[in-house]
Each structure stands twice: as structure tokens, then as C-alpha cells.
């Protein structure tokens, strides 16, 4: 991600993120790791009942505070710091902090050059893959 993308990005979820669903590391002031979740909104959307935009925007509040599921929207490791375990403090340390209010966490969308950095993950908590999707790119 740009800088740009990266600051839009933090302005459009800044209302629903849980601090304690980002966690980040850093080696001698460098940042080396992170991992940003955020509140499966659609849940409280999907919950917001009325016919009018207005009524729905009056629920969500209320419904924000009972979200149990999270999605990884961004995860990232430095590469010289992929095959030290960084991945798994980061997300051990997200689960302590969050998890007395979230159960469930949806690891989707991660790269194939973070599956060393979700290998080592795996090895400590228990991950299930449920799909997989290849992107392909061809010149017209």
C-alpha cells in the first residue's frame, strides 16, 4: 500500500476499529510487523432493520458493541524478520487483548508472501482454509 492508501484506508475505518485488533512491532525504531483487524461490520449492518438509511444509522451503534468476529484486513511482515516468529507474538498478543470480545477471527486475503509468516501461525493456533483464490494477469 502507498502512503495515500494507507491514510484513506485509517480515515474510512476509524469509526468501527478496535484499537486492541491492531498490533504492531518494531526492531531499533523500525516497524517490522503488524497486523490490523477490524469488526465484521456487515454483521450489525445485516441486523440494522428499518426501511429508511437514517433509521438503520440510529442501530448501528448499539450493534457495533456486539460484534463477536473479526476479519485480518492487513498483515505484514518485514522479510528479514518472516522466520523469527514475529507473525505469532502479533497475533497471540491481538488474541490476549481482544478476546474477551471478539470469538472469531476471519483470516482472509493474505498474500502468498505472507503464507511463511501464516505457516508459522498455524503452528500455534489452530487455522482452518476454507478457500483459496488465485488472481491471474494476461496482456490484451
Not at 490476549?96 to 493474505?110: N, V
Request: aromatic share 12%; net charge positive.
Amino acid at each position: 500500500m502507498t502512503d495515500a492508501e494507507l491514510n484513506y484506508m485509517v480515515k474510512q475505518l476509524r469509526r468501527v476499529i478496535d484499537p486492541r485488533a491492531v498490533v504492531s512491532a518494531y526492531y531499533k525504531d523500525e516497524l517490522v510487523g503488524y497486523v490490523v483487524t477490524a469488526p465484521d461490520v456487515n454483521w450489525a449492518i445485516k441486523r440494522a432493520r428499518g426501511p429508511f438509511d437514517w433509521m438503520r444509522m440510529v442501530q448501528l451503534p448499539l450493534l457495533l458493541k456486539k460484534i463477536r468476529q473479526c476479519r485480518l484486513i492487513a498483515i505484514g511482515v518485514h522479510p528479514d524478520f518472516r522466520r523469527k516468529g514475529i507473525m505469532s507474538v502479533l497475533t497471540r498478543r491481538m488474541f490476549d487483548l481482544a478476546a474477551k470480545d471478539y470469538r472469531h477471527w476471519e483470516f482472509g486475503w493474505i498474500a502468498e508472501d505472507n503464507l511463511a509468516s501464516i505457516g508459522a501461525l498455524a503452528s500455534s493456533v489452530a487455522l482452518d482454509r476454507y478457500r483459496t483464490y488465485h488472481v491471474y494477469q494476461k496482456a490484451l
